[in-house]
């Protein structure tokens, strides 16, 4: 496998979406590094790739989140940082609050 296609993961949800997004913002969820970490006995890990019990519309958000997060965690003056909260359909939102405890999708000091 090329260098750059360790680069990304690919997440597929339960209804077979597939999303990309670069490892390291996926090693920001606790179960999602559990499964790619580099020590990893998972299959996950050496193929990049993790298919998940979530429905594509809320693991979407869960991406974004993620992404979301990596680019505002250096932010010096949290003003300038948009609420996330807005971007949240009300009708995923249980489902998406039971899918980030499913991925313990608390930041990791890396």
Known sequence: MSEQANKNVTLIS??????????????????????????????????NTCNLDIRGVVLEKVCEYLLFKQRYESVDNKETVPDFQERIPPEIALELLVAADYLQSKLRAH
């Open 14 to 47: 339960s209804d077979e979406f597939s999303f990309i997004i670069p490892k390291p913002v996926a090693l920001k969820a606790g179960m999602l590094a559990d499964m790619l970490g580099e020590d990893s006995a998972f299959s996950e890990s050496m193929s």
